[in-house]
């Protein structure tokens, strides 16, 4: 079957790196993408991984392992901003359609 | 990144009557949305593939006969949500994707509240 997980929450403290792990299993795999999402509110994009290593945008780095069904999203130098679920959705259909993980609440603290 | 807008963002009605939902992509042209509900701390589920000029395809459990979507031109889809009722209630979001591309942008959402 296909499947998707990621922890449900992660705590850390303002200034500190937080690093969310997502592991899947899927039918077919056209890439995997990385959404933040505040609550209450639509999910914006973070970064898009189809090949393996390490994708780096400002803070936030997506890695992706093909071989071994993993990615993982660094978050660096956390602000309070970043309090929000990360959402972990793998495309596995040339459609583009999406399968989402249940999100990663992160709680950043003063 | 690209825009996609929703309308309306708030829609509370009573039981049994039929909501629309738009979805708009801004400065794109979209072949292909996607449709999905939310239910509180739930992750998104995805409804229906909505390609222009053609039905929709559906993800299993959704019934195609409740949530009408139309996608008429390449900027615009519709969901209608018909004969709503108290269990529908949840936050609908559509997005889209460019012919080319890879990413999907979504659009702000919208929450619906039946009585």
């Known amino acids: 079957g296909q499947n998707i997980d990621q922890p449900t929450e992660m705590t850390a403290t303002e200034g500190a790196i937080v690093q969310i792990n997502c592991t899947y299993q899927?039918?077919?795999?056209?890439?995997l993408f990385w959404y933040q999402q505040h609550a209450g509110e639509a999910p914006t994009f973070l970064s898009y991984?189809?090949?393996?290593g390490l994708e780096e945008k400002g803070r936030f780095s997506s890695f992706l392992s093909r071989s071994k069904g993993y990615s993982y999203l660094l978050l660096k130098e956390l602000q309070m901003k970043d309090s929000a679920s990360y959402l972990c959705?793998?495309?596995?259909?040339?459609?583009?359609?999406?399968?989402f993980g249940a999100g990663t609440q992160v709680v950043v603290t003063p | 990144g690209a825009v996609v807008s929703q309308h309306p963002s708030w829609v509370i009605c009573k039981s049994g009557t039929s909501v629309k939902i738009e979805c708009r992509s801004l400065?794109?042209?979209?072949?292909?949305m996607f449709w999905y509900r939310q239910f509180p701390k739930q992750s998104l589920m995805l409804m229906a593939t909505?390609?222009?000029?053609?039905?929709?395809?559906?993800e299993q459990g959704v019934e195609k006969d409740k949530f009408l979507i139309n996608h008429a031109s390449l900027t615009l889809s519709t969901l209608t949500v018909t004969s709503a009722h108290p269990e529908d209630s949840s936050f609908y979001i559509c997005?889209?994707?460019?012919?080319?591309?890879?990413?999907?942008?979504f659009g702000p959402g919208t929450r619906l509240l039946v009585l």
């Open positions: 909505s390609n222009e000029g053609s039905k929709a395809t559906y």
């Open positions: 959705a793998v495309s596995g259909d040339s459609w583009g359609k999406l399968q």
């Open positions: 400065d794109f042209q979209a072949t292909t």
């Open positions: 991984n189809v090949l393996d």
């Open positions: 997005s889209a994707k460019e012919p080319s591309g890879k990413t999907q942008y």
């Open positions: 899927t039918s077919g795999f056209n890439g």
